[in-house]
């Protein structure tokens, strides 16, 4: 299996085991992380989760080849992976307990859009973060251009939006990605740290908690963004430069875009 799960207490660790494709998320990783928030969700023992990677990667990000044509035949909501609780929040509901993340190494595309759906992120201090698909033809649609302005600031943002440019742990934690910077090799214990203190705590009270704050963040802004989202993807998807970001990915060469 490429993804584990594991309870220790009323906490569930979720890790992706692709350390082969540097922890690429395929279709198999997609429904098995969607159906661990399904049961973190559901589960009345269990009151928070931590998502990390196994190995020296967090996420090179989507398995494109494996997984663009089938976006592409049923649109953006299939990285919910038909689960209840979808773990970007952006496309189904989100999971009602708290999740902390644990980043390491490289953390591209969608490693971002999960640190921007979390509660709280932990990070190596090598963490590599970039957010490739402006340079794959296609746009984030994990919730990136959603809530990256608005948590992030507009700048911030834009920055590694529109660019596509690596930065690294210490300017993810100036602009608020990450809420703590650790050594290489301390994320998870440090991320299970944080999730036992609070799982400790009242859970109807954090759940309440969590629920108010994300009504207060989200507004109607969140819905009408993601629509937007939805109804920009297929004709960008069918574009000619996303066929060439797919093939210069899969051919590891520079892309040669034409913006048609």
Same mark, same amino acid.
């Given at each position: %299996?490429?993804?584990?799960? $594991? ?8 890790? &992706?085991?692709?350390?082969?494709? @540097? ?15 399904? #049961? *973190? ?23 494109? =080849?494996e997984v663009l044509p089938v976006m592409q035949a049923n649109g953006p909501g299939i990285i919910?992976?038909?689960?209840a609780y979808d773990p970007f929040g952006m496309w189904g509901t989100p999971v009602p307990k ?5 980043? !390491? ?24 973060? @970039? !957010? *490739?698909?402006?340079?794959?033809? &296609?746009?984030? +649609?994990?919730?990136?251009?959603? #809530?990256?302005?608005? !948590? ?5 943002? %834009? ?20 809420? $703590?910077?650790?050594?290489?090799? #301390? ?10 203190? &609070? =799982?400790? !705590? ?15 963040? @989200? ?20 574009? $000619? ?7 210069? +990915?899969?051919? @590891?060469?520079? =892309? ?5």
């Amino acid at each position: %299996m490429s993804v584990t799960v $594991e309870q220790d207490g009323h906490v569930l660790l979720i890790g &992706i085991d692709r350390p082969d494709k @540097r922890n690429a998320w395929n279709l198999e990783v997609i429904e098995g992380v969607g159906s661990a928030y399904d #049961r *973190l969700a559901t589960d009345d023992d269990l009151r928070i989760g931590v998502l990390f990677g196994h190995g020296d990667h967090f996420s090179a990000g989507l398995d494109l =080849a494996e997984v663009l044509p089938v976006m592409q035949a049923n649109g953006p909501g299939i990285i919910a992976g038909g689960s209840a609780y979808d773990p970007f929040g952006m496309w189904g509901t989100p999971v009602p307990k708290p999740v902390v993340l644990a980043l !390491q190494g490289i953390s591209f595309t969608l490693s971002i859009e999960l640190a921007l759906a979390s509660d709280i992120v932990i990070a190596a201090d090598d963490v590599r973060f @970039r !957010q *490739l698909e402006v340079g794959r033809g &296609i746009l984030p +649609f994990g919730g990136a251009t959603v #809530r990256g302005p608005r !948590q992030l600031g507009w700048g911030n943002a %834009m920055r590694f939006l529109l660019t596509g440019e690596e930065f690294g742990a210490a300017e993810a934690l100036r602009i608020g990605l990450v809420q $703590e910077v650790v050594a290489p090799g #301390r994320q998870l214990s440090r991320a299970l740290e944080l999730a036992q203190v &609070i =799982a400790a !705590q009242a859970p109807l009270g954090v759940y309440g908690t969590l629920a108010n704050a994300r009504i207060a963040a @989200r507004g109607d802004a969140e819905t009408a963004a993601a629509e937007h989202l939805a109804s920009l993807l297929p004709p960008l998807l069918a574009s $000619e430069d996303a066929k060439e970001g797919v093939l210069s +990915f899969v051919e @590891r060469r520079e =892309a040669r875009f034409t913006g048609r």
